[in-house]
């Protein structure tokens, strides 16, 4: 099995641009699709990235996804950032043995 | 519109058993394979059990392996958990997901609450 390490916390002001990362341990990044999950306080989470760069509908175009396979990482950037924004962001991969989360990232944006 | 409405969450004792139902509507259930995924207080999420969608395929977290034991009734339109020999560090809440191989996890529903303690 593999891990996907996030970071615990990031912060930035409104209308800035955050980028949060997401490192797989082993086996390449590229092999298996990456989901990015937002969850706020007291809420079940939703999809806000699907299969490493699509975004769902009623998703807005400031959220964007990418693979870096020099690094072995996805990242979720969010553009044009809002106080809405504030939430609990996980990515989500998985392998021939299923599903794995990151550890969450907790987005402040103040 | 997509629904999953999970029941069947309470308090347990250690080494207790429970059993968690998801009633699903709004889309072709038999179609989707199915996951519970729990995340307890203040923590992120994990993944617990898949299910294919005809039942015939089915994995498990190591931390669930031999206690819980996932299930569907297709012409109900209905996802099980059956829990058994909980720990404390089963409490959690636990979500019904569609999503698997062929989709991403998707729409979550509102989850229901495990607490084992005595």
């Known amino acids: 099995n593999f891990m996907l390490t996030q970071p615990h916390s990031v912060s930035e002001s409104p209308g800035k641009t955050v980028t949060i990362s997401c490192t797989r341990s082993?086996?390449?990044?590229?092999?298996?699709?990456v989901q990015w999950y937002q969850q706020r306080p007291g809420s079940a989470p939703t999809t806000v990235i699907y299969?490493?760069?699509?975004?769902p509908s009623g998703v807005p175009d400031r959220f964007s996804g990418s693979i870096d396979s020099s690094s072995n990482s996805a990242s979720l950037t969010i553009s044009g950032l809002k106080t809405e924004d504030e939430a609990d962001y996980y990515c989500?991969?998985?392998?021939?043995?299923?599903?794995?989360f990151g550890g969450g990232t907790k987005l402040t944006v103040l | 519109e997509v629904q999953l409405v999970e029941s069947g969450g309470g308090l347990v004792q250690p080494g207790g058993s429970l059993r968690l139902s998801c009633a699903a509507s709004g889309f072709t259930f038999s179609s989707y394979e199915m996951n519970w995924v729990r995340q307890a207080p203040g923590k992120g999420l994990e993944w617990v059990s898949y299910?294919?969608?005809?039942?015939?395929?089915?994995y498990y977290a190591d931390s669930v392996k031999g206690r819980f034991t996932i299930s569907r009734d297709n012409a109900k339109n209905s996802l099980y958990l059956q829990m058994n020999s909980l720990r404390a560090e089963d409490t959690a809440v636990y979500y019904c997901?569609?999503?698997?191989?062929?989709?991403?996890?998707?729409?979550w529903g509102q989850g229901t609450l495990v607490t084992v303690s005595s």
């Open positions: 299969e490493d760069n699509q975004r």
């Open positions: 989500q991969s998985y392998d021939s043995t299923p599903w794995v």
């Open positions: 299910i294919s969608s005809s039942g015939s395929t089915i």
């Open positions: 997901v569609p999503g698997g191989y062929s989709s991403w996890f998707d729409p």
């Open positions: 082993s086996g390449s990044i590229a092999s298996n699709y």
